[in-house]
């Protein structure tokens, strides 16, 4: 009997031990940041940029770059990116919106790139508001497009179920992190230890202005199935975009991803007057006949 306890008891220290190296470690495992020295050059071919930096209330400093489009403005495009690097390299990605006649401005999180703080998600969704309000001083709220990639998708969500943009892009979202990161420790208690839970479902309710979802089939990262349940959130606002065959970092290697972009960035959604349509028409049961 003894035994059996000892068994137990260490069991259940080796668990609380990992438990407790894992929320202090999480930073590390989440976060793949780029540091750049605070004299780095930004060099991009063809593209016109602008440098920011936004001190905080706390003393922080936000680093953001900002693209110009060839041409007069239709808006501005604010791209969270994902959890790695910096925007050094994000910023090549920038084309796929100033090319449509988009400025876009790319900031990097507390501890990437140029920027500065210590870093939380309380911090970091502050943050964003910050840059938000600094943009909607020079531009109305009916000109700003968020565009979430990946782990800047839930920040993304956030901004958006806090203030009226034009629209809402996700690109690769979790439902939440806490679901991400369970599937590959599904016996901790994530949903206490994880300082990043992110839940961008709770958020996403809130959001009311129109929203597209661009998520690959064979995303091994974020499962498809986590856009598809995102999608049944706020429906009626919502549009899924499927790129068959796309994973989790290549979504820009198809066609069909720039294709959704532009119908998404060019075209004004049309009004249907359901009443011409057989919304309303129900599929009759299968009769039987009755034995006489």
């Known amino acids: ?14 668990y609380i031990a990992i438990s407790i190296a894992l929320y202090y470690i999480q930073d590390y495992v989440l976060f793949k940041p780029e540091k750049l020295p605070k004299d780095f050059q930004f060099d991009y071919e063809n593209q016109e940029t602008k440098e920011y930096n936004l001190e905080t209330r706390d003393g922080a400093i936000i680093n953001g770059l900002r693209f110009f489009p060839k041409g007069e403005s239709k808006g501005v495009v604010i ?20 090319r449509h006649g988009y400025n876009v401005l790319m900031v ?28 909607k001083e020079k531009t109305t709220e009916d000109r700003i497009i968020l565009y979430g990639r990946s782990l800047g998708s839930g920040f993304a969500t956030k901004l958006a179920s806090m203030n009226n943009p034009k629209m809402l892009i996700l690109d690769a979202p979790y439902y939440s992190l806490t679901k991400v990161t369970g599937r590959y420790m599904p016996f901790m208690p994530l949903s206490i230890l994880l300082k990043y839970p992110l839940p961008t479902y709770k958020w996403l309710k809130y959001v009311q202005c129109p929203i597209h979802i661009i998520h690959g089939t064979h995303d091994k990262l974020i499962p498809y199935k986590s856009s598809v349940k995102l999608s049944q959130i706020n429906a009626k606002l919502t549009k899924l ?8 970092k290549n979504l820009n290697n198809f066609e069909s991803y720039h294709k959704m972009l532009d119908d998404i960035l060019n075209r004004e959604p049309k009004t249907i007057d359901l009443e011409t349509t057989s919304i309303n028409v129900i599929h009759s049961a299968k009769k039987t006949k009755k034995k006489a």
């Open 79 to 98: 791209y969270l990116k994902g959890n790695s690097k910096s925007i050094k390299g994000w910023g090549k990605f920038a084309v796929d919106f100033t």
């Open 241 to 248: 975009h499927t790129v068959i065959g796309g994973g989790h």
């Open 108 to 135: 990097d999180y507390r501890g990437f790139g140029k920027s500065t703080g210590k870093r939380s998600q309380k911090a970091i969704k502050r943050d964003l508001q910050v840059v938000y309000n600094k943009v």
């Open 1 to 14: 009997m003894q035994y059996w306890v000892s068994t137990i008891l260490l069991i259940l220290g080796i």
